[in-house]
């Protein structure tokens, strides 16, 4: 059974960088699939913000490209998220997912449905 | 960006009805080349995260109750939940994986009349 467990500071300064970690147990990150990150603002809808291939490579969302990196370790078979200069906007729950690759419409980025999530972890920007 | 919208934003259901989401996609999601829909569904209960619940539009995931279905091509679909269940009390996104950014719907929360 795959299992997906998010954990970081769960308030963060504005300007300050976030950084969440998602621990993956039951699936090896380094054999297949994708890892992304995916945030809900409270009472709003998903937003994707990213994802690391099992082979390291990452594709982001371009609204948030300049500020986001994701990176995996795969000794812990783990994956992170650093969002940099946060403000409130970037204020929600954060989840951890696993993407279903499928072959993409045009160039190398694959499509991406989410069979397995994290139960997520809420985030907050305040001084 | 490909913009997902759906309809309603909420609707209420008497037990054992029947539940039709709408999911409209601003550009084309059908892929000629293999004839599939890149939409995918998800069921997301208050304080969970989402479940997925149907992709190329019309394939359950596995373990999913067959009351739930999916359906429509191109720019329009639509999930059905026939025989509503109180347990399917939730909000339900939809999602293209078309093209990145991947884009979900803002939401539609199904409640029991």
């Known amino acids: 059974q795959v299992q997906l467990q998010e954990s970081g500071p769960g308030l963060v300064k504005p300007s300050e960088t976030l950084s969440l970690t998602c621990a993956v147990s039951?699936?090896?990150?380094?054999?297949?699939?994708?890892w992304a990150w995916i945030r809900q603002p409270p009472g709003k809808g998903l937003e994707w913000i990213g994802c690391?291939?099992?082979?390291?490579?990452?594709y982001y969302n371009p609204s948030l490209k300049s500020r986001v990196t994701i990176s995996g370790d795969t000794s812990k078979n783990q994956f992170s998220l650093n969002l940099t200069s946060v403000t409130a906007a970037d204020a929600a729950v954060y989840y951890c997912?696993?993407?279903?690759?499928?072959?993409?419409?045009?160039?190398?980025?694959?499509?991406?449905?989410?069979?397995?999530w994290g139960q997520g972890t809420q985030v907050t920007v305040s001084s | 960006d490909i913009v997902m919208t759906q309809s309603p934003d909420s609707l209420a259901v008497s037990l054992g009805e029947r539940a039709t989401i709408n999911c409209k996609s601003s550009?084309?999601?059908?892929?000629?080349?293999?004839?599939?829909?890149?939409l995918a569904w998800y069921q997301q209960k208050p304080g969970q995260p989402p479940k997925l619940l149907i992709y190329?539009?019309?394939t359950r995931e596995s373990g999913v109750p067959d009351r739930f279905s999916g359906s429509g091509s191109g720019t329009d679909f639509t999930l059905t939940i026939n025989s509503l269940q109180a347990e399917d009390v939730a909000v339900y996104y939809c999602?293209?994986?078309?093209?990145?950014?991947?884009?979900f719907g803002r939401g539609t929360k199904l409640e029991i009349k």
């Open positions: 190329w539009a019309s």
């Open positions: 999602q293209q994986y078309y093209s990145t950014p991947y884009t």
């Open positions: 039951g699936h090896s990150i380094s054999s297949d699939y994708y």
């Open positions: 690391i291939s099992h082979s390291g490579i990452t």
């Open positions: 550009q084309n999601v059908l892929y000629s080349s293999n004839n599939r829909n890149f």
């Open positions: 997912a696993r993407g279903v690759a499928v072959a993409g419409v045009s160039g190398p980025q694959p499509g991406l449905y989410f069979d397995y």
